[in-house]
């Protein structure tokens, strides 16, 4: 089993900046893809940005030139820099972990954190 902590939403005004931080834990497994999806009111699960092991990075267009993806591979931790918020933005936030361990690999969600935008 792999622990998913998420950190760092809150309210913030348009144009303000959040970081997200997701920190993963559990023995004997070795972290793949990390991820962040966000959930608005009314709005699908949609994947906001993804980086992979090796460090390459995948964003929605919505959100590009505006949020960065990183991550520790040594903490197994991933964080998401947003900045230049919208009101778009007001969602839930989601970390997303592919873990594998063995020939298997497994997926793990964060209990996610609010993020609103508003003035």
């Known amino acids: 089993q792999v622990q998913l902590v998420e950190s760092g939403g809150g309210l913030v005004q348009p144009g303000g900046s959040l970081r997200l931080s997701c920190a993963a834990s559990?023995?004997?497994?070795?972290?793949?893809?990390m991820s962040w999806y966000r959930q608005g009111p009314g709005k699908q699960h949609d994947m906001v940005a993804t980086?992979?092991?090796?460090?390459?990075?995948n964003y929605a267009e919505s959100v590009k030139g505006r949020f960065t993806i990183s991550r520790d591979n040594a903490k197994n931790t991933v964080d998401l820099q947003m900045n230049s918020l919208k009101p778009e933005d007001t969602a839930v936030y989601y970390c997303?972990?592919?873990?594998?361990?063995?020939?298997?690999?497994?997926?793990?969600w964060g209990q996610g954190t609010q993020v609103t935008v508003s003035s």
């Open positions: 997303k972990v592919e873990a594998r361990r063995g020939p298997f690999t497994y997926t793990y």
């Open positions: 980086i992979a092991s090796g460090g390459s990075t």
């Open positions: 559990g023995n004997g497994f070795s972290i793949n893809a």
